[in-house]
Each structure stands twice: as structure tokens, then as C-alpha cells.
Nanobody
Framework: QVQLVESGGGLVQAGGSLRLSCAAS????????MAWYRQVPGKARELVAS??????????NYADSVKGRFTISRDNAKNTVYLQMNSLKPEDTAVYYC????????????????WGQGTQVTVSS
């Protein structure tokens, strides 16, 4: 019912920037919170940043490790969330996943916990 497709990953040198995008498609009426997670082999998936809409205000939350370097934003009209990543470090290397916690469809159904397929970000030193 709901598909999330990430793009924008790649290889960048330390100190560089990348911008990830995640577009949600399907019969979508609204999406509550969207977030970016990342995962490296052998470790649990961790929250990088989230953005929750309340009326006209978007509330954001960041992992301590990315505060001041990453910025999450969303375009509700396009059902798209972005992650601008600046001052990248080798420790930011991971597969980045997009998540939509609750999607309300046009038929009134609620789809919980949708994930994208992931996009690889590699930061070289």
C-alpha cells in the first residue's frame, strides 16, 4: 500500500555533504512522523533524525552524534522527507533507511512502520 524509496546516497570525502531524499507513494492521505535511521553491519539500527508534523509546525529530533551537522526536512505536498548531511565523518558511513511511522491512506486505513530499502552512504577519510 505504501512504498518508500530513498535516493541520494554515495561516496563522499570527510567534510563533504550529501542530501538524501525519501519519497513515499501509494494511496496516502497523510503521514505522521518520518525519520531517518542508519545501520552498520553487526550493529542495531539507530535513529538519526525524525520530523513530526503538528498542524503547521514540524518538530524535529536528532541523535547527539549528528546535531549541528544534519538537517531533516519534509515536503508534505510531495510526501517526501530529506536529510541534508554536512561535515560528514567516516563514522557516518552506514546504510540509511527512511521510515514513516504511521500513514493514513485515502481509504482511512492506517499503515504502521513503513521502511524504505536503504541507501548506502560511505565517507572516506
Amino acid at each position: 500500500q505504501v512504498q518508500l524509496v530513498e535516493s541520494g546516497g554515495g561516496l563522499v570525502q570527510a567534510g563533504g555533504s550529501l542530501r538524501l531524499s525519501c519519497a513515499a507513494s501509494g494511496s496516502i492521505s497523510s503521514i505522521n512522523a518520518m525519520a531517518w535511521y542508519r545501520q552498520v553491519p553487526g550493529k542495531a539500527r539507530e535513529l538519526v533524525a525524525s520530523i513530526k508534523r503538528r498542524g503547521i509546525i514540524n518538530y524535529t529530533n536528532y541523535a547527539d552524534s549528528v546535531k549541528g551537522r544534519f538537517t531533516i526536512s519534509r515536503d508534505n505536498a510531495k510526501n517526501t522527507v530529506y536529510l541534508q548531511m554536512n561535515s560528514l565523518k567516516p563514522e557516518d558511513t552506514a546504510v540509511y533507511y527512511c521510515n514513516a511511522d504511521e500513514v493514513v491512506t485515502t481509504t482511512g486505513n492506517r499503515v504502521l512502520g513503513s521502511w524504505g530499502q536503504g541507501t548506502q552512504v560511505t565517507v572516506s577519510s
